[in-house]
């Protein structure tokens, strides 16, 4: 018959807690060990220093639960301040290698025998080969495998925990497993389960619970503790520097452009189009793409549809790009044909196309084009390849130099645009050769596991669609001749 305390909800039994109620705490404990547990363990790869560190944070949270704003996410504020403490743990020191242990084989066989239910704790030997065998898979597969033999074996437990789905967690694991051998697969299996923290956990945690304390200075630290989690996983700066460069280079070739314009009626056409087109390219990165994201997490979409949804999200947003970009050429190329044909004489004070400034032009124009793709090649470990982009884009850039050199007016802007087209033709190319791969990294997964989530097919399919579209676009807009 379960008791009152175990039947209560987090939400109650925080509110229990508040009051000073150590039992309700002890629930809480209980409910949550095994994850916070694991977490430690998958962390720094000691059982022992695990249960230490599993220890720390219940004890953190405790003198700190009135930070808690949000009483029924228990579990996720404990994993923040668990995921807090191993961050601080490692600026500490280091972990200590694995003292020498027995040969795997004796290992695997002592690991087949049955343990009493009293066995909580394996033996060092066998904590040893546990945690090797552990450490060489990634972390990717490492720490879904460990949470689901110390969550009761339950892919839905685990899913909350890592915030995935069911079907994400479900090809981990095929995959951790497909990577350990049967015999050792076995082993870190039985260990796992005998390993996990029992009631004498809970009761160290109660006999070590300090009086609650509700001062300011408490409640800060375990703000600071939800929070330290999400800082050191966003990677801010590396995550954000390199797309700004792009954007930056961007908005000066455009800003250039402007200046360059020998009319106010260019001048206002060019304006209006480029402030158009940067709305809705910023709008649609850090607005509509966050949107799409917390729908699908929202609506618990399967990663084959949410991957699906975005590979069409971007090829719209490709499609739109394009539309304003043709149009806008064409627009502006007929404004510059009618002032040559009047003259050529310049209404404004235009920007001269020196030398320094062809540079400046070439520059950012590239920079504005490649330096998103270096970062997504970079960012996935394809170094390689960064360097490839790296390298293409400064040829690129001096070969327009060398095609830009000694024109002016219409015969400069045909030249752009005729340069543009091959700018793109090579960022689709090194799209439809590597996209996959650098998305494969980014959720480290293997390349035939992200296939399955997008075909091959899809990548190629939708860029042979988006060049018949810009096709037609160049067709309609193409300006009648006349006889």
């Given amino acids: 018959m379960m008791t009152d305390t175990e039947l209560c909800s987090d939400t109650q039994l925080v509110n229990r ?18 994850l916070i547990c694991a977490l430690a363990y998958n962390a720094c790869g000691d059982i022992g220093r695990s249960e230490d560190l599993a220890q720390e944070t219940f004890l953190a949270a405790w003198r700190n639960l009135n930070s808690l704003k949000d009483r029924d996410r228990v579990k996720q504020w404990l994993c923040g301040i668990a995921r807090h403490l191993i961050q601080e743990s490692y ?14 084989e004796e290992a695997a066989v002592d690991g087949r025998k049955s343990l009493q239910p009293s066995e909580q704790m394996i033996s060092k030997e066998e904590r040893a080969i546990l945690w090797r065998v552990l450490e060489g898979l990634p972390a990717t597969y490492r720490e879904p495998l460990i949470l689901f033999y110390r969550q009761n074996q339950s892919v839905a437990e685990v899913a909350e925990a890592l915030e995935l789905s069911d079907d994400a967690v479900k090809q981990r694991l095929s995959r951790g497993r497909a990577i350990l051998s049967e015999r050792t697969a076995k082993f870190v299996e039985t260990a796992l389960r005998s390993s996990g923290p029992g009631k004498a956990f809970t009761l160290g945690v109660l006999a070590a619970l300090p009086l609650m304390t509700t001062s300011a200075k408490a409640a800060t630290a375990g703000a600071a503790a939800a929070k330290g989690t999400s800082a050191v996983k966003s990677g801010f700066l590396g995550a954000c520097l390199a797309p700004f460069i792009g954007i ?61 949804t975005l590979a069409g999200f971007w090829w719209f947003y490709a499609a739109m790009a394009a539309l304003g970009i043709v149009v806008a050429f064409r627009r502006i190329l007929a404004i510059r044909q009618q002032f040559e044909a ?23 124009i590239h920079l504005g084009c490649f330096s998103w793709l270096i970062y997504l090649a970079w960012h996935a470990g394809d170094r390689v390849w960064a360097g490839i982009i790296a390298v293409t884009m400064i040829l690129l850039g001096a070969w327009y130099l060398y095609r830009l050199r000694g024109k002016n007016g219409t015969a400069a802007w045909r ?64 300006p009648k001749r006349r006889l």
């Fill in 91 to 104: 600026r500490r020191a280091t972990r200590d290698p694995m003292a020498a242990s027995a040969p795997l």
């Fill in 342 to 364: 009047a003259g050529g004489i310049p209404q404004v004070h235009a920007m001269p196309l020196t030398g320094r400034n062809r540079l400046a032009l070439a520059a950012s």
């Fill in 415 to 478: 030249a752009l645009g005729a340069h543009s087209a091959v700018v793109w033709g090579v960022i689709l190319l090194v799209l439809n050769l590597r996209l996959d791969v650098w998305l494969a990294a980014r959720r480290e997964v293997s390349l035939s596991e992200f296939h399955q989530l997008l075909p091959m097919w899809v990548i190629p399919s939708l860029t042979l669609t988006l060049l018949i579209w810009i096709g037609l676009l160049l067709a309609v807009t193409q």
């Fill in 17 to 34: 807690c508040l009051v000073g109620d150590r039992d309700a705490f002890g629930r809480i404990v209980e409910r949550y060990q095994g």
């Fill in 248 to 308: 930056i280079g961007g908005m000066t070739a455009s800003w250039l452009s402007i200046r360059l314009a020998p009319t106010e009626r260019e001048r206002r056409v060019k304006r209006l189009s480029w402030i158009a087109l940067w709305v809705f390219a910023l709008g649609w990165c850090f607005i509509a793409q966050p949107t799409v994201k917390a729908l699908g997490k929202y609506y618990q979409w399967s990663d084959r549809t949410l991957v699906g």
